[in-house]
Nanobody, 110 residues
Framework: VQIVESGGGLVQPGGSLRVSCTAS???????MTWYRQAPGKERELVAA????????NYADSVKGRFTISRDNAKNTAYLQMNSLQSEDTGVYYC?????WGQGTQVTVSS
């Protein structure tokens, strides 16, 4: 299974960004999870979604601002991020089952 994240970039505070995670291979039965790691900090869970897409979980720091979703037909998970803050800056990683992607950089700065 190969995981490829995309959609990261530079955005101003208060802005929005959507990152995507596409997995090769048969992954529709696996949970998909977004993590992030800020400079000098440990990697932390941001959001997770069950294989069926009907159960989600979020870190308290992003509840109400971020939305995780998935399209099993495309083997893709999305993380819609709104009202971004400088504290959201970091490398965002996708994990599908036990498999990790390489990460995509998200920078929130004016």
């Amino acid at each position: 299974v190969q995981i490829v994240e995309s959609g990261g970039g530079l955005v101003q505070p208060g802005g929005s960004l959507r990152v995507s995670c596409t997995a090769s291979g048969f992954t529709s039965t696996l949970g998909m999870t977004w993590y992030r790691q800020a400079p000098g900090k440990e990697r932390e869970l941001v959001a997770a979604i069950f294989s069926t897409g009907d159960v989600t979980n979020y870190a308290d720091s992003v509840k109400g601002r971020f939305t995780i979703s998935r399209d099993n037909a495309k083997n893709t998970a999305y993380l819609q991020m709104n009202s971004l803050q400088s504290e959201d800056t970091g490398v965002y990683y996708c994990k599908v089952g036990p498999y990790w992607g390489q990460g995509t950089q998200v920078t929130v700065s004016s």
